[in-house]
C-alpha cells in the first residue's frame, strides 16, 4: 500500500512539474521573442545613424570644398583689382589718384586730372576727371567686396565646422548609447535561450518520471484497486481468512483424534 501512495504521490509531482516547466518555457520564449524585436529594432536605428553620418559627413564636405573656393576665387579676384589698381597708380601717378577724388580745383598744387594726364605722340590725352574717378572708385569697392566675401566666408565656414562636429559627436553618442543596448540585450537573450533549454529538459525529464510513475501504478493497480475494496477492508478480510482456516484446520485435527 505504501508503494501506492508512494507512486500516486510521485506521479501528481510530476504532473505539477511538467505544468511548472511548460509555463516557464512559454515564458522565455516570449521573452525571447522581445528580445530578438528590440535587438533588431535597434539596429535598424544604428543603422539609421550610420546612414545620418554618412550623409552630414558627405554634405560637410561639399560645403567646405564649396567655401573653400568661394574663399579662393574671391582672394584671386581681389588680388587682381589691387594689381589692376597698382597698374593704374604707376602708369598715371599717385598724385592723379589722389587728384581724382580731391575737390574740384585739383590737387595740392593746383594741378588737374587733365594737367597730370600724360602726352602721347597724338597729342594732349583728353581723358576726363570724371570717368577716371569713377574707374578707381568702383576698383576700389570690388576690391572691398572681395575682401568681405573673404571674411564672411571664413567665418561661415568655421562655424559650419563647429556645428558638424558637434552634431556628429552627438550622433555617435546615440550610437554608442544604443551599442551598449544592443550588446546587453543580446546577453540577455543568449542566457534566457540557456534558460528555455533548461525547462525543456525538465519538462522532459518530468515526462520520463510521470511516465515511470504511471507504468509503476499499472502493476501495482491489480493488488491495490481491482477488488474495488479499501486497504482497510481487505486487511479485514484477509484476519478473517485467517481466522477461517485456523478453524479448519482446528476441526481437522479434532476429526483426526
Excluded at 515564458?27 to 529594432?41: C, D, M, P, R, V
Excluded at 601717378?93 to 585739383?106: D, I, L, N, W
Excluded at 566675401?149 to 548609447?177: G, L, N, R, S
Excluded at 551599442?179 to 535561450?193: H, I, P, V
Amino acid at each position: 500500500m505504501k508503494k501506492w501512495e508512494k507512486q500516486q504521490k510521485k506521479r501528481d509531482e510530476e504532473v505539477a512539474n511538467i505544468e511548472k516547466a511548460t509555463a516557464s518555457i512559454d515564458e522565455s520564449q516570449s521573452k525571447i521573442k522581445n528580445y530578438q524585436e528590440s535587438i533588431t529594432a535597434l539596429e535598424g536605428e544604428i543603422a539609421d545613424l550610420y546612414k545620418s553620418v554618412k550623409e552630414i559627413t558627405e554634405m560637410r564636405a561639399k560645403e567646405k570644398a564649396e567655401n573653400e573656393k568661394t574663399i579662393k576665387d574671391a582672394e584671386e579676384g581681389g588680388k587682381a583689382v589691387a594689381n589692376a589698381i597698382k597698374i593704374l597708380k604707376d602708369f598715371y601717378g599717385e598724385s592723379f589718384v589722389q587728384a581724382s577724388f580731391e575737390p574740384k580745383g585739383g590737387d595740392r598744387d593746383g594741378n588737374t586730372v587733365s594737367d597730370l594726364a600724360p602726352t602721347t605722340f597724338e597729342g594732349e590725352y583728353r581723358g576726363g576727371k570724371d570717368a577716371s574717378a569713377g574707374i578707381f572708385g568702383l576698383l576700389e569697392i570690388i576690391q572691398s567686396d572681395f575682401e568681405r566675401t573673404v571674411t564672411t566666408v571664413k567665418e561661415a565656414e568655421t562655424k559650419a565646422k563647429e556645428e558638424f562636429e558637434k552634431q556628429k559627436e552627438q550622433i555617435e553618442k546615440d550610437m554608442d548609447a544604443k551599442k551598449e543596448e544592443r550588446t546587453t540585450l543580446k546577453s540577455d537573450l543568449e542566457a534566457e535561450e540557456s534558460a528555455l533549454t533548461g525547462h525543456k529538459e525538465d519538462k522532459k525529464d518530468a515526462q520520463t518520471a510521470l511516465g515511470d510513475a504511471k507504468a509503476e501504478l499499472a502493476k501495482l493497480k491489480p493488488l491495490c484497486v481491482d477488488t474495488g475494496m479499501s486497504w482497510k477492508a481487505r486487511r479485514e478480510q484477509a484476519k478473517q481468512e485467517v481466522a477461517a482456516l485456523k478453524e479448519a484446520l482446528a476441526i481437522l485435527e479434532d476429526w483426526k483424534q
